[in-house]
C-alpha cells in the first residue's frame, strides 16, 4: 500500500455535468500529479501541483482544473463531461526532486 | 515528440518459463526510466528504475530490467515467471525525473498453467 488514497472508487455521471475527484497524498509528499488512463491505453499526464502551484500540464483542454490544498491533498475537476472523459483517473504523489511517484488506486469515471 | 513504445500488447507464457517484455523509448536525451505493474482494478506499482550507471537495474518481485542505449531500449525480464505475475506492465519515461512521465500502452502478461 502505498499511503496515497483517492475518492471516490467509481463514479458514474451524465455527459454534461461537472465531476470533482479527491486525492490523499502520502505523508510528507508537496507534489501531486493526475493522470488519465482510457481503457487500453496508458496514463497520460494531465496536470502536476506542486505547494498548491500548478507545475506543469499535459494536452488537456482547460476545463480539466486542479486545486491543491495547504495540507497537499488535492482535486481533479473536470467540466462539461464528454463520453471521452470515461476512465480511470490516477493520482500520484512524491517529494519535490525525487523520482519515484507513489499512485493511488484511482477512481473509475463513468459518463454516460 | 517523446515517446514509450511497448509494441507487445499481450504476451502469455508459461509459468516457470522466462519472460522479456519490451520498451524503447525516443527522447532528446537519455530519460529517466521506469517499469510499472498494474493489477486489475489497481493503480500501479513501481517495479524497477534507471538513471545512470549500472545497466542492469534489480528491482522488486525478481524483476530486473536492462538498459541499452545503443537500441533505446529498457526492456524488463524475469528468469521464472509465477502465476501471480499476470498483469499488465507499464514502461514509463520523465527528462529529469520531476514525476510527469510518459508512459507506454502497456503490455498484458498471461500466465498459462
Known amino acids: 500500500e502505498t499511503g496515497v488514497t483517492q475518492s471516490p472508487t467509481h463514479l458514474i455521471k451524465t455527459r454534461g455535468q461537472q465531476v470533482t475527484l479527491r486525492c490523499s497524498s502520502q505523508?510528507?509528499?508537496?507534489?501531486v500529479s493526475w493522470y488519465q488512463q482510457a481503457l487500453g491505453q496508458g496514463p497520460q499526464f494531465i496536470f502536476q501541483?506542486?505547494?498548491?502551484?500548478?507545475?506543469g500540464r499535459g494536452n488537456f483542454p482547460p476545463r480539466f482544473s486542479g486545486l491543491q490544498f495547504p495540507n497537499y491533498s488535492s482535486e481533479l475537476n473536470v467540466n462539461a463531461l464528454e463520453l471521452d472523459d470515461s476512465a480511470l483517473y490516477l493520482c500520484?504523489?512524491?517529494?519535490?526532486?525525487?523520482?519515484?511517484?507513489?499512485f493511488g488506486q484511482g477512481t473509475r469515471l463513468t459518463v454516460v | 515528440a517523446q515517446s514509450v513504445t511497448q509494441p507487445d500488447i499481450h504476451i502469455t507464457v508459461s509459468e516457470g518459463a522466462s519472460l522479456e517484455l519490451r520498451c524503447n523509448y525516443s527522447?532528446?536525451?537519455?530519460?529517466?526510466l521506469f517499469w510499472y505493474v498494474q493489477s486489475p482494478g489497481q493503480g500501479l506499482q513501481l517495479l524497477l528504475k534507471?538513471?545512470?550507471?549500472?545497466?542492469l537495474v534489480q528491482g522488486i518481485k525478481g524483476f530486473e530490467a536492462e538498459f541499452k542505449r545503443s537500441q533505446s531500449s529498457f526492456n524488463l525480464r524475469k528468469p521464472s515467471v509465477h502465476w501471480s505475475d499476470a498483469a499488465e506492465y507499464f514502461c514509463?519515461?520523465?527528462?529529469?525525473?520531476?514525476?510527469?512521465?510518459?508512459f507506454g500502452k502497456g503490455t498484458m502478461l498471461l500466465v498459462s498453467p
Open positions: 500520484a504523489s512524491s517529494l519535490p526532486g525525487e523520482t519515484e511517484a507513489f
Open positions: 505523508s510528507g509528499h508537496n507534489t
Open positions: 501541483y506542486y505547494r498548491e502551484e500548478e507545475n
Open positions: 527522447y532528446g536525451a537519455t530519460p529517466y
Open positions: 534507471y538513471f545512470s550507471g549500472d545497466t
Open positions: 514509463a519515461a520523465s527528462p529529469s525525473g520531476y514525476s510527469t512521465l510518459t
